[in-house]
């Protein structure tokens, strides 16, 4: 019998955890968000991250700028608001014309709660730093909540994006756990056999229906953090119909999304206490 994660209970019961927190703290946790551009889906990502602070009592900041915005002026403006020494991400995607990695590594590693700068990312590779990238925290609330043990497990990753395959392949480096990467160079015939022997798939690619039915065993664990739209519909890397195969399955939308904005808020809530 499948599991279905239900991602949205599993985030409201880490919100009535931190509200707790939040509220015997003495002080103002605030929390700014860099926004450049303007895309449905992320206003909509947004619009979650700020009434998950809400609930919990955190004041959110905004900063929002012009798609056009050059790499230069968009440093300008961060630099002013890492003055201010308060938790804070980068929203991405950036635009293409802005250097992204250059942008996101202005963000000192003590207030990097998404830990998408270099050096936040190396303390995390170290076991060094406090922050654990949403993502890859949501993975592991997952495993723990479910029992799983991952050393026991044939893992397979499907890309080494920043926010998915690469976090949470430090992760498992950290640990000793072992693992193989399916990325843009791995041939078909390697990819087809890699994903019909893994016991856990974990996706992150954006890449609607990538994983099919007939590419995995019965009783695959499937963790499925990608998110595209198809038909104006939000959907993952992984086809529906794959869930009746599946042990444990998380859906899009659903499933990790908004376990991953309860992580970010752990990492916010651990920056102030």
Not at 141 to 166: A, H, M, P, Q, W
Not at 197 to 222: E, N, R
């Amino acid at each position: 019998m499948t599991v279905h994660v239900d991602g949205k209970r599993i985030a409201h019961d880490i919100q009535e955890k931190l509200k707790r927190i939040v509220d015997q703290y003495d002080g103002s946790m605030i929390f700014h968000m860099v926004y450049v551009g303007s895309d449905k889906v992320i206003d909509n990502y947004l619009k979650y991250k700020e009434e998950f602070a809400s609930c919990i009592g955190i004041r959110t900041h905004i900063h929002r700028f012009p798609a056009d915005i050059s790499t230069e002026e968009l440093e300008k403006e961060i630099h002013s608001i890492v003055l201010s020494n308060e938790a804070m991400i980068i929203q991405l995607p950036l635009p293409s014309h802005i250097n992204t990695q250059k942008i996101l590594n202005m963000v000192p590693s003590h207030i990097d709660v998404d830990v998408l700068s270099e050096e936040g990312r190396e303390l995390f590779s170290q076991g060094s730093n406090i922050f654990i990238p949403p993502v890859t925290a949501s993975i592991i609330e997952i495993c723990s909540r479910y029992t799983i043990s991952l050393s026991d497990l044939n893992i397979v990753l499907i890309g080494k994006g920043r926010l998915v395959g690469k976090p949470f392949s430090q992760w498992l480096d950290y640990h000793h756990i072992s693992y193989t990467i399916i990325d843009i160079d791995t041939q078909v015939e390697e990819r087809v056999k890699l994903l019909s022997s893994a016991d856990m798939i974990v996706t992150g690619v954006g890449i609607p229906q990538l994983v099919l039915p007939h590419h995995v065993k019965d009783g695959v664990i499937i963790i499925d953090a990608g998110t595209s739209e198809s038909n104006t519909t939000v959907v993952g890397d992984v086809h529906l119909d794959i869930a009746e195969k599946s042990s444990l399955f998380t859906p899009v939308p659903g499933g990790i999304g908004p376990i991953t904005i309860a992580k970010l808020y752990t990492n916010v809530v651990n920056f102030y206490v």
